[in-house]
């Protein structure tokens, strides 16, 4: 009995130990939540749900979105608030596998304690490429979610977003992409972003990852790192020397055009606490200064300022900000710098560039007079996408979603290029956490350019004949220079390319007929692989004065003078030609045999003449351009009787025509 009674209280005591270390794990768990450390939230919620059986270590980001919390009309249990915590956390991490079975899981608890649950299950869901899951989702979530706030706003904006997901990933132009991931020496643990040239050698970049891999406690601070660079690729990667207090987190940087000053993001605290700042450095022979805050036109107090970018010739620096004055969330921001590098009164970047929404990583692409930024603000792939706003600074247009695979449904932020004026795309590198649990990884990225094909035809006019020896002339008509000589084909087709859309004169001649040209002109989508230019026809070259010609298939009622409904279709040859040739005037001349009388046939010859040129007049030509004429039996060019006076038929009927001479072209 002693002995039952020893182990019951054995097992008790057991149960209540394990008890108080699933307590201490939730207790943990919601204290790490609640300062903003996701990661240890998380792996001590894991440990609550799991009794103590956790996976490996999982990379965090190096940035972290924006904390929503969720608004509860029902009070939840402990167990139900973790649920819903650890799904935050994995969230907030960028890690929508591990976050979407507990979203899935809160929602089955129910909207009435978790009504935001559906909503990032549908984000998760996008990010997992699940596409008509997820719009199933975010439909769930808009017909039983009431609230008229931004939560429903989203919802509609994911679907559209969605949608535009499934067009970009038809596009017919993704073959000329070719996207790698950064090597080993760039990707390593932790997180990899914001690159930056310093020089064409020298590439820094912001790093999570740990100085000691083999530590067990391993430091994910942010910090700079330099790759250098040679032919042959990298040659190695160093932590850039620059002092960095233990509690500093030390980010995006921006070196002025001659390498001197660095421009450097520091922060403090992570989620909604954190607070950021941008400070300079000056280079020296031991690396760099002691970073110095700018004053407060950048830092304005009470707000965020960061991610510098200075214009390559030095005169500008942009950054994003959360302060006062701006659409709302971070905005796009620049500020002129004077001769000492200091910035003057900062610019909104305006509506063309700046959302509600946060707008960030400014990148001023100076081949291109092109504005590139990342924005959770537009119409977009999902998560952070890759945008880009024309113009001179300070005259940006309306911004441009740069599309897949530039763009992915995960976070794609911080770009920069060695791309010319005509292809930014021609060779990047940027940075995404489109291929990663969680983290942001640098990519190479490089679009060819194809020469835009142009091609169209060249045709008679009337369609009846062919155009032997026709030749095609393409003409700059800004330098009036011929830029593609060519032979027509013949089937009158014709090909040729071009670098880039311009506006050309397209102009064909061929022997026997009138030169003609077109203007070709620039597509709305100046991306657009090929245009095929309308028909080019050519007319023949109008008769000579004083030349006659005879008119087939004209007949007249027999021993009259009106015209048969046969004859139409060869009278209105007649009417096309006059039309082709609005100078052109005529002469319409009737000619008999020299069967009955000469005042006969003259008579009937002069009515013939009239009766054309009346079917001509009723067609539309001007009667002032037509002139009549019998000439009766007097012309004849064929016999109308045979050398031993018999009758000739084949020509009488010769000799009974009808004709037309130019009189004036």
């Known amino acids: 009995m002693k002995k039952l009674l020893f182990t019951a209280a054995v097992w008790m005591l057991a149960m209540t130990v394990h008890g108080q270390f699933v307590y201490d794990y939730l207790n943990a768990a919601n204290k790490y939540f609640e300062k903003g450390d996701y990661y240890s939230a998380a792996q001590y919620y894991e440990k609550y749900f799991n009794t103590g059986k956790t996976g490996g270590r999982q990379e965090f980001s190096p940035y972290t979105p924006q904390t929503v919390s969720a608004k509860t009309t029902a009070r939840p249990t402990n167990q139900e608030v973790g649920i819903w915590r650890i799904a935050e956390s994995y969230r907030m991490l960028n890690y929508p596998a591990k976050a979407e079975p507990y979203y899935r899981q809160a929602l089955e608890i129910g909207a009435d304690k978790f009504p935001q649950a559906a909503y990032y299950l549908g984000t998760m869901l996008r990010a997992l490429e699940r596409y008509e899951e997820a719009e199933a989702t975010f439909k769930n979530f808009i017909s039983s979610y009431t609230n008229e706030d931004a939560y429903r706003k989203e919802a509609q904006r994911e679907i559209v977003n969605l949608q535009f997901i499934q067009a970009q990933l038809k596009k017919k132009d993704i073959k000329y992409y070719t996207l790698t991931k950064a090597p080993a020496d760039l990707n390593t643990l932790g997180g990899s972003y914001a690159p930056v040239w310093v020089n064409n050698s020298s590439l820094y970049f912001t790093s999570t990852r740990p100085a000691d891999s083999s530590e067990k406690k391993k430091d994910y601070t942010n910090k700079i790192y330099e790759a250098a660079f040679t032919e042959t690729g990298i040659t190695g990667v160093t932590k850039v020397n620059i002092n960095q207090p233990r509690d500093i987190e030390q980010g995006v940087t921006a070196a002025t055009p001659d390498g001197q000053t660095l421009f450097i993001t520091r922060w403090t605290g992570t989620g909604a606490k954190k607070q950021a700042a941008i400070y300079s450095s000056v280079k020296n022979a031991n690396g760099w200064s002691e970073p110095q805050k700018l004053d407060a036109s950048v830092n304005e107090a009470g707000s965020s300022s960061q991610e510098p970018f200075v214009t390559a010739d030095g005169k500008y620096l ?7 004055g701006g659409k709302g969330g971070f905005d796009i921001w620049y500020a002129e710098l004077d001769a000492t590098g200091k910035p003057g009164v900062p610019v909104n970047a305006g509506d063309q560039v700046n959302t509600s929404y946060d707008d960030q ?5 100076e081949p291109s007079q092109a504005l590139v930024f990342s924005s959770k603000g537009r119409v977009g792939m999902g998560g952070f996408d890759f945008f880009q706003s024309k113009g001179a600074i300070g005259q940006f247009q ?3 979603n740069l599309g897949y695979p530039v763009n992915s449904v995960k976070d794609d932020i911080y770009l920069v290029s060695k791309g010319g ?4 795309l021609e060779k990047i590198l940027l940075s995404s956490d489109r291929d990663a649990a969680c983290c942001l990884e640098l990519f190479y990225l490089q679009k060819i ?8 035809k060249v045709v008679s006019c009337d369609g009846s004949k062919q155009l032997p020896g026709a030749t095609l002339a393409v003409i700059d008509t800004v330098s009036n220079t011929t830029v593609y000589n060519a032979t027509i084909g013949a089937d009158g087709t014709y090909h040729f390319t071009l670098e ?5 004169k397209v102009e064909a001649s061929a022997p026997g007929f009138l030169t003609n040209s077109i203007r070709m002109q620039v597509p709305a989508d100046i991306e657009e692989e090929g245009i095929t230019n309308p028909v080019l026809c050519l007319l023949p070259e109008p008769p000579k004065v ?11 009622e027999y021993d009259k003078s009106e015209v048969k409904p046969e004859s139409y279709p060869a009278l209105d040859e007649l009417v096309r030609m006059m039309e082709t040739y609005p100078e052109l005037e005529i002469e319409i001349s009737a000619h008999t045999d020299s069967k009955g009388t000469d005042k006969y046939n003259q008579k009937l010859s002069e009515a013939r003449a009239r009766s054309v040129v009346a079917y001509l007049v009723a067609k539309g030509v001007a009667e002032s351009r037509l002139k009549s004429k019998g000439y009766g039996e007097a012309q004849p060019i064929a016999p ?9 038929p084949d020509g009488r009927e010769q000799n009974r025509r009808t004709e037309f001479k130019v009189l004036k072209n």
Do not use: C, W
């Open 421 to 424: 004026p005509k292809n930014m």
């Open 500 to 504: 880039d859309y311009q506006p050309l």
């Open 640 to 648: 109308n009787t045979n050398p031993d006076g018999t009758d000739n």
């Open 361 to 365: 990583a400014p990148y001023y692409h």
């Open 318 to 324: 942009f950054f994003s900000s959360n302060r006062a």
């Open 546 to 556: 004083n030349e006659s010609f005879i008119v087939r298939n004209v007949y007249y």
């Open 398 to 400: 309306e911004a441009q």
């Open 449 to 456: 350019r194809p020469l835009r094909q142009i091609s169209g």
